[in-house]
């Protein structure tokens, strides 16, 4: 019998999602984003599926994390690293063939001084509006002679608001991309992710970045298929009687008298407390919803409206293809990004071909 919670990871899912981000990319090259453990879906295992599937550019967030894909996945794709480097990583991003992006001068000067052109040109993030990490337009100059005629592989920016389709950010953070891009024609370009791919050719460019999309989450894209599956295990069912409560704080109140299913996630797991009186399930294919506060180990379920007997172990759905991710993260006040990258490793992960 199951006894704690269970995140099944298809990997055949990912790469999928993966193929079909490609195909939606105007022609573009698709790279993966695997920073924080692949969303959640194993930093390794999700590497190694997509390395095989033909993926020729990661990103990270961390140069650890870089080092570790490295490892995973051996040489020969380029490994990004979000947050750049100083010298203090100089040498595991020497060793480890990786690739850092270049979001301040300081940063910039340190790849100069380190002389990383042997992990190939530079690549430069320049902030075009999102006001959070890059090199800021007016440092344009200071860029330009710092690296004094040395090699840009990328140029790279990244948009405030790419799933708001409408919004005019969208349209000036492209204009002053192309403008400071074409400071280095020889340089590819990159501005997309996930949510950019759906603006169409326009935003494509040469390289898009797409990583809440291979793991099927995110909205503006069809097609794209769960990735990971999320259940638990009934511990308890029992029959609570008109006028009682649940769970901590009292907060849920029965005027009819109430099947009720204690299952074995709670937030230590990853599962919000926020999804207190908000959450769901399915059980047998029924949508049972969260009654009372979400605990640190459980939570609880009203399973009055599922027929016949639940079996006590029984694994029910938190996420996967009946309990959509994005709809769970909307009833919980939150996103699939928060929902996944916040499954805690007390949850066992199994992956799938
Ligand atoms: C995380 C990240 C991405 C991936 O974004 P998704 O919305 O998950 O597709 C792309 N680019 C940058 C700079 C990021 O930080």
């Given at each position: 019998?199951?006894?704690?919670?269970?995140?099944?990871?298809?990997?055949?899912?990912?790469?999928?999602?993966?193929?079909?981000?490609?195909?939606?990319?105007?022609?573009?090259?698709?790279?993966?984003?695997?920073?924080?453990?692949?969303?959640?879906?194993?930093?390794?295992?999700?590497?190694?599926?997509?390395?095989?599937?033909?993926?020729?550019?990661?990103?990270?967030?961390?140069?650890?994390?870089?080092?570790?894909?490295?490892?995973?996945?051996?040489?020969?794709?380029?490994?990004?690293?979000?947050?750049?480097?100083?010298?203090?990583?100089?040498?595991?991003?020497?060793?480890?063939?990786?690739?850092?992006?270049?979001?301040?001068?300081?940063?910039?000067?340190?790849?100069?001084?380190?002389?990383?052109?042997?992990?190939?040109?530079?690549?430069?993030?320049?902030?075009?509006?999102?006001?959070?990490?890059?090199?800021?337009?007016?440092?344009?100059?200071?860029?330009?002679?710092?690296?004094?005629?040395?090699?840009?592989?990328?140029v790279m920016s990244h948009l405030a608001c790419a799933d708001e389709p409408k919004f005019e950010l969208n349209a000036r953070q492209?204009?002053?991309?192309?403008?400071?891009?074409?400071?280095?024609?020889?340089?590819?370009?990159?501005?997309?992710?996930?949510?950019?791919?759906?603006?169409?050719?326009?935003?494509?460019?040469?390289?898009?970045?797409?990583?809440?999309?291979?793991?099927?989450?995110?909205h503006g894209l069809r097609n794209l298929a769960p990735a990971l599956t999320l259940e638990a295990p009934i511990l308890t069912v029992f029959e609570a009687a008109a006028g009682s409560t649940t769970g901590y704080g009292a907060t849920r109140r029965f005027g009819r008298p109430r099947r009720l299913a204690t299952v074995a996630l709670g937030y230590a797991d990853g599962f919000p407390r926020h999804a207190s009186n908000r959450g769901f399930a399915y059980v047998d294919g029924v949508r049972c919803p969260v009654v009372g506060r979400v605990s640190m180990d459980l939570c609880t379920l009203d399973v009055s409206s599922v027929d016949g007997m639940i079996a006590e172990g029984k694994m029910v759905e938190f996420i996967g293809a009946s309990a959509d991710l994005e709809l769970q993260a909307e009833a919980v006040g939150t996103l699939g990004y928060e929902l996944l990258t916040g499954l805690s490793d007390r949850i066992e992960r199994v992956w799938a071909a």
């Open positions: 019998m199951a006894t704690r919670p269970r995140a099944t990871i298809r990997l055949s899912a990912i790469v999928d999602n993966w193929r079909a981000l490609s195909a939606a990319a105007s022609g573009a090259e698709a790279g993966a984003v695997v920073k924080a453990n692949a969303y959640g879906h194993g930093l390794a295992e999700t590497g190694r599926a997509l390395a095989a599937a033909g993926c020729r550019t990661f990103f990270t967030a961390y140069v650890f994390e870089a080092v570790a894909l490295r490892e995973a996945i051996g040489p020969g794709p380029a490994i990004m690293v979000f947050h750049g480097f100083c010298e203090r990583s100089a040498q595991d991003v020497r060793d480890a063939q990786i690739t850092p992006i270049l979001n301040t001068l300081e940063q910039v000067r340190c790849w100069r001084a380190e002389s990383m052109r042997e992990v190939g040109g530079a690549v430069l993030h320049f902030d075009t509006g999102m006001n959070r990490l890059g090199l800021r337009p007016g440092d344009l100059g200071a860029v330009k002679n710092m690296l004094d005629g040395r090699p840009v592989g990328y492209r204009a002053l991309f192309l403008e400071l891009a074409m400071e280095w024609p020889e340089a590819k370009r990159s501005l997309g992710n996930t949510a950019a791919i759906a603006l169409g050719s326009d935003y494509a460019f040469d390289l898009v970045r797409p990583g809440i999309g291979l793991f099927g989450g995110g």
